[in-house]
C-alpha cells in the first residue's frame, strides 16, 4: 500500500510525517519554534526560515528510522508548496527536490489550505464528499464547498484579519504571550461570556464574509478602560468571535441549493473546544454530521501534506503519479479557489 512521505515548513512549525494509503501514520515529527519567535510576540519569517533548515534534514532521517523505511519504498515525497512565508516554503520544497530527485520519487507540490482542508478524511475515512468547510487558521478564515480532490468552491472569506490573527492579537493585548489562541482559550475558561459589550463585526450583513478588525480594536478599548478582567475580555472576544462564525455559516449554508450532508472545521482554530462545541450544535441543529479533527490535527503538521499527497494519488491515476516537475515553483499566495472573486475590503490573502 502506497506509503508518501509529507514535509511541512510554510510557518513556524518544521514537520515531517509518514502516512499509509489506508490512513495510518507511520511516523511523524513535529518541531515548533514558539521559543524562537517568542521575544518578538509573532513570527520572524527569517528566524523561521533558519530554523527549519537547522531542523527539517534530521527530522526526515528520524522518521524514516522509526517506521523502519527508506525513501525508496515511498510512493512519493510530497512537500507544502504554499501558500506561506516564502522563505520558509522554499527550505520544505528544495527539500523534497533533493530527495525526490535523489530517490527517483515524484514529487508532489501540495498546497497548504488542501492539506488542511482534506484532514478531515484523513481523521475520519468515512468523511465523503461534498462537504461544508469551515477552514480557520492564522492565515486564513473561509467557508469552502469541498467538493471533491482538487475542487474547492470558497463561499465566503475574511475582509480583513484571519480567525487565528485575531486570537493572537487579543491575547498579545491581554500580555498572554505567543502563541496567543491556546492560551485565550484557557484563559476564557475563568471569564463571563457575557460580562464584556463586544461587536459582532458584519453580522447580519448579506453576505457570508467574515471581519475580524474592528473586534480587535474594541478588545483594544475594553482592556484600555480598565474596566474589565482579562479572563471577562478573553471569554467575550470568543463569544462574539463565535457568534460570528455560526452568522456567516447559517448565510452561507442557506445559500446553497443543496446542503452537504456535513460540516467540517480544520486549521488551528479547530483546536479550539468552545469553537468546536459551537459548531457541533450548529450543525446538529440543521441536521448536518459534524467533523472536527483531533486537535493535533488541526494546527499545522505534515501528516496532512502527506495525506493531500496521497489523496491525489488515488484520484488522479497515471498523471498524479509522475508528480510534479522538478522545477515547481514556491508560492507565496496559492487560492484553493482561483475562480473566487475578490472581496471589497479584502486584503491580500490567498
Ligand atoms: O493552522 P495553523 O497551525 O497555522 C496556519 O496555517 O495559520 O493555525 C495557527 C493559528 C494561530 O493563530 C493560533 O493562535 C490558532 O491557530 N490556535 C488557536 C488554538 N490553537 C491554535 N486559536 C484558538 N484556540 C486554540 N486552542
Ligand atoms: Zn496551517
Known sequence: MDVVLGIESSCDETAAALVRADGTVLAQAIASQDDRHAPFGGVVPEIAARAHVERLAPMIDRVLDEAGMTLSGCAAVAATAGPGLIGGVMVGLVTAKALAMASDRPLLAINHLEGHALSPRLADPRLGFPYLLLLVSGGHCQ???????GRYRRLATTIDDALGEAFDKTAKVLGLGFPGGPALERLALAGSPQAVPLPRPLLGSPEPH????GLKSAVVRAHDSGAHAAADIAASFQQAAIDCLLDRLELAVGRLDQAPPALVVAGG????AAVRAALLRFAHAHGLAFGAPPPALCTDNAAMIAWAGLE??????????????????????????????AVRGAGVKA
Open 269 to 272: 482554530v479547530a483546536a479550539n
Open 143 to 149: 467557508i469552502l464547498l469541498v467538493e471533491d480532490v
Open 312 to 341: 491525489r494519488l488515488a484520484a488522479g491515476g497515471a498523471a498524479a503519479r509522475a508528480g510534479d516537475a522538478l522545477d515547481v515553483a514556491a508560492r507565496p499566495r496559492w487560492p484553493l479557489d482561483p475562480g473566487a472573486e
Open 210 to 213: 467574515f471581519s475580524f478588525a
